[in-house]
């Protein structure tokens, strides 16, 4: 069961949410929160697998929640739950290690597919949110061939493999279906890529590939 932490200072939004995440089998609304104080001491509490969270809160950011709760507790996945669009916001969501960016205009189908998505190890990011990424990082000189070679010396052949594919924006299960390994197997690799290259999610892990001239 999927326990899920909805932080978002709005009570009709948070209560309609609680019933639409409620009525599916496989997940429970652990908690709800309006603040950053209430999201902090709330998640210490029921420890949910995933935190959706709001950008704006009364006594703060859901920016500065992320960056406290993921010192206390790392293995809980947050993604943002926002109306805000913009570039900034999305790009410093990512690097504060949150798992997703999703608007709140989202399909609940959708919305629960992204879920189920991040509780096996993959984003939570729209096509569109997603080319904003890469847009970015684009746009980032690439290292010189040389410093790149000695930035994957860590890794095993498997994982430069696991980490080429994670570049084109490949999912777990389209991985291991070109490897021809299980989806576990993938997803242990992401861990220990991530772990080795010090990055905090698998969009980081693609973006790091491509900055580096790592090619398929």
Same mark, same amino acid.
């Given at each position: 069961?999927?326990?899920?932490?909805i932080v978002d200072d709005h009570i009709l939004f948070r209560e309609?949410? #609680?019933?639409?995440?409620d009525a599916q089998p496989d997940i429970q609304v652990a908690g #709800?929160?309006?603040?950053?104080?209430?999201?902090?001491?709330?998640?210490?509490?029921?420890? +949910?697998? $995933? !935190?959706?969270?709001?950008?704006?809160?009364?006594?703060?950011?859901?920016?500065?929640?992320? /960056?406290?709760?993921?010192?206390? %507790?790392?293995? !809980?996945?947050?993604?943002?739950?926002?109306?805000?669009?913009?570039? &900034?916001?999305?790009?410093?969501? $990512? =690097?504060?290690?949150?798992?997703?960016?999703?608007? /709140?205009?989202? +399909?609940?189908?959708?919305?629960?597919?992204?879920?189920? *998505?991040?509780?096996?190890? &993959?984003?939570? %990011?729209? *096509?569109?949110?997603?080319? @904003? $990424?890469?847009?970015?990082?684009?746009?980032? +000189?690439?290292?010189?061939?040389?410093?790149?070679?000695?930035?994957?010396?860590?890794?095993?052949? =498997?994982?430069?493999?696991?980490?080429?594919?994670?570049?084109?924006?490949? #999912?777990?299960?389209? !991985?291991? =279906?070109?490897?021809? !390994?299980? &989806?576990?197997?993938? @997803?242990?690799?992401?861990?220990? $890529?991530?772990?080795?290259?010090?990055?905090?999610?698998?969009?980081?892990?693609?973006?790091?590939? =491509?900055?580096?001239?790592?090619?398929?």
């Amino acid at each position: 069961m999927m326990k899920i932490l909805i932080v978002d200072d709005h009570i009709l939004f948070r209560e309609g949410l #609680t019933t639409l995440l409620d009525a599916q089998p496989d997940i429970q609304v652990a908690g #709800t929160a309006d603040s950053v104080a209430s999201c902090i001491e709330v998640a210490q509490s029921v420890k +949910p697998d $995933i !935190i959706l969270m709001d950008f704006t809160l009364p006594d703060g950011t859901g920016l500065e929640a992320t /960056k406290a709760l993921l010192k206390e %507790l790392p293995e !809980i996945k947050i993604v943002f739950l926002t109306m805000h669009e913009d570039d &900034e916001r999305l790009f410093d969501a $990512i =690097r504060a290690g949150a798992k997703g960016y999703l608007l /709140k205009n989202i +399909p609940v189908s959708k919305l629960l597919s992204f879920l189920r *998505g991040v509780e096996q190890g &993959e984003a939570a %990011l729209s *096509g569109k949110m997603t080319a @904003k $990424i890469l847009e970015q990082f684009a746009q980032t +000189p690439p290292q010189s061939s040389s410093k790149s070679s000695g930035v994957f010396a860590r890794l095993t052949p =498997r994982e430069l493999q696991v980490l080429r594919e994670l570049s084109t924006g490949a #999912t777990n299960q389209e !991985i291991a =279906r070109k490897l021809v !390994i299980s &989806e576990r197997t993938v @997803k242990n690799h992401v861990s220990n $890529i991530l772990a080795k290259l010090n990055l905090k999610n698998r969009y980081e892990a693609s973006a790091f590939a =491509r900055q580096h001239g790592l090619k398929r």
